[in-house]
């Protein structure tokens, strides 16, 4: 390998750093990690791992020849999900000990006193022979190990050879870039998990005075996120669903405990009055920047209006209700109807789907409601993870449940 | 130049792109930016502009001359924040429109034809003399101008002299590298604003029945604020302080409209309900993972604990109350007292202040109190910039005033 062509790889690896960097999704950015290092290095296979509280925990493996052989979906099931220590015991561990490159020749010949050992029982499992391999730690700017990949079976006309010395830099050049795109990955969806968070806050600090449990607000935003993929949207725009909708009754904050705890029928006068609720709503969310809020602001204003224009707080009528307004009211009518209540027991499904039919084209849009129907697998299952226990009901019932954790008291003591 | 000495710059060019890569504050990116490329370029001076709109927005300018003979801070005054269009009228916007490095070996001589002019109206103002420049546009990944660097005068042994070919692809280069972090650092303040913005939402929407102003949150949270920087905090943690204080009062929404809203004196019973807005925030809070919902649960939970132990819930005493705690009860005393509510007028701040003062340790740490009182200027920046209007306590008393904006009539019209 000559020096101009070095040259040519570094100049290849600065535009690898630039799409590493254009990638927010951690698990689209170690894929393509992976698959550059293995590009870069002419490598068959290759394996990469992410430290996780002091261990290498696995997280993506590619092998050209095996999924050749195999296909891609048999190819993933040979590898298995798994951690291991780092230490001495495994070669990826030694690498994340030792912060260097390790370029093996051959595996099968690791001398007896070499301070690692290659774990062949993967090759037997996979009908796969592994001869040479580079390991590499992928260190951050602070020097600290954020994970490491092994490239295996450094391929060339005749068939496997070692990995070219040169390479080693060039590999480890590119685990630098990797390292901080990786830790910019994470930020990104750290950010995002406390955004989700907070929303969910609001969420469910809306419904506290209406005796709604934090599951009604799960339940409800993952309809409505069903709903929204049986409708082929993008899965950014299904997550912006699943957010947005967090926060469609925020409004009731603004309604007097009198007319929103009242045990019998309202007034028309309180009932005027509970319909609010929908501006109140518009209100808080008003004049933000954010698209999660923008969005959650039209849900807060629409998630009352009925296909037929019966509605409130506008009477809109068919497609001049946005579209996450006509999703909004079919997931909280769902959730309404299959939960138990206070001063109801819930609905068996058979009924609830019957009421629902009733409501087809005058509260419901006929197309949503067939493409939600549709789906009633991915809607039992939402019920399943989210549903309602004895205690978490009384949880939100009395104001004598309301406790200080444990560990806050042990923190001061 | 030979090429092993280009091949070292790529080699360095990779080192960049990591160090930009982790740099998240948008300033500091540009700084950064500006001062690689003339590093790699051997220039004296540069500008750096950011496309918004449309136009070209000045942000950064360095020049190592200057700043030599005048001192960083005249050189700063030099340059006066400005825009431009994007087109031929300037050589960045001559560059930015045609997406190509400009290479001016003298810019008092380029021809009456080129298609471009030079201003010298800065040269004149500055005292500089311009000859050669090289302007580069940061194109991001889908080929869209993010901004455009200018790099002044390039420095040899004998002087100034034209910029080297070979930098060009160099430059253009690290414009690439530039214009991805660019776009990441935004990415990353706007996921931080549009969480800040939903935090300030979930304060708005406890106090919304408790008849309190989106402005009592803002000055409340910008007092913290202000108390945490006395104390010397990093602008991290002061930033962390003005966003988790803003939820101090959430719990409130747990608390019944009789209680909450009464006029009269609380009774003793109803009194240790309404001391319960603190556990019950600390429920809305509890269990995340996210730092800021952590802090803003300390702070729901211990706003109200008192300096010396006979606070509520806990009766916790002196530094056994976390400081978030201590800080909080300052602000909002204070900002109580200095507002007008519907049943009392504001109190004139000598009347504020002796009534802080006769609470110095047994309502507040003495020491954090000596801070707040050490930067009166910047606590009445903060009332001058959010106080209260007439319309604005208005609009939170009556349900007849809520309304949906005119901007969504017209979009649905």
């Given at each position: ?9 570094f100049?290849?690896?600065?535009n ?7 990638v ?71 690498a ?22 290659y ?88 419904e ?7 599951n ?6 993952n ?9 082929g ?46 501006i ?9 920047e ?23 707080p ?53 197309i ?12 039992r ?28 008291e042990r923190?001061?003591?």
């Amino acid at each position: 390998m000559d020096r101009s062509s070095i040259a040519e790889d570094f100049e290849e690896l600065l535009n690898v750093g630039i799409a590493l960097s254009s990638v927010h999704d951690l698990e689209r950015l170690l894929d393509l990690i992976l698959q550059e290092a293995r590009r870069l290095t002419r490598a068959d296979a290759g394996t990469l791992y992410l430290v996780r509280d002091s261990k290498l925990i696995f997280k993506v493996s590619q092998c050209q020849s095996l999924s050749d052989r195999l296909g891609e979906g048999r190819m993933r099931q040979v590898y298995q999900s798994y951690e291991m220590p780092i230490s001495r015991e495994s070669i990826a561990g030694y690498a994340a000990l030792t912060k260097k490159v390790l370029n093996i020749s051959n595996v099968k010949e690791i001398p007896e006193e070499a301070p690692y050992r290659y774990n062949r029982s993967w090759d037997e499992r996979a009908g796969y022979s592994t001869q040479s391999m580079m390991v590499v730690p992928m260190l951050n700017r602070e020097d600290k190990v954020v994970g490491v990949f092994q490239l295996i079976n450094a391929l060339s006309i005749g068939g496997v050879v070692p990995f070219l010395a040169e390479y080693e830099k060039l590999a480890s050049s590119l685990a630098s870039q990797a390292a901080v795109a990786i830790e910019n990955a994470e930020l990104t969806e750290d950010l995002k998990q406390a955004h989700l968070d907070t929303i969910f806050r609001l969420g469910v600090a809306a419904e506290y005075r209406d005796k709604e449990t934090a599951n009604h607000i799960k339940r409800m935003s993952n309809y409505c996120a069903s709903i929204a993929e049986s409708l082929g949207w993008s899965k950014e725009a299904v997550n912006m669903t699943l957010w947005s909708s967090l926060m469609h009754d925020v409004g009731k904050l603004g309604i007097p405990d009198a007319i929103l705890q009242k045990p019998g029928r309202l007034t028309p006068e309180e009932r005027r009055i509970m319909e609010y609720h929908t501006i109140i709503g518009g209100n808080i969310l008003r004049g933000s920047e954010a698209a999660v809020l923008k969005q959650s602001r039209i849900i807060a204003l629409t998630h009352h209006e009925r296909f037929d224009g019966t509605g409130y707080p506008r009477g809109l009528k068919g497609e001049a209700i946005p579209v996450e307004g006509r999703i909004t009211i079919m997931a909280d009518v769902f959730d309404a109807l299959s939960s138990r209540r206070v001063y109801k027991s819930a609905f068996s499904e058979e009924e609830v789907l019957c009421i629902m039919g009733e409501g087809r084209g005058s509260i419901f849009d006929p197309i949503i409601l067939d493409k939600f129907l549709s789906r009633l697998e991915a809607v039992r299952e939402i019920q399943r993870r989210y549903g309602e226990r004895e205690e978490d009901l009384d949880k939100f019932r009395s104001l004598d449940y309301l406790i200080i954790e444990e560990e806050e008291e042990r923190k001061k003591a």
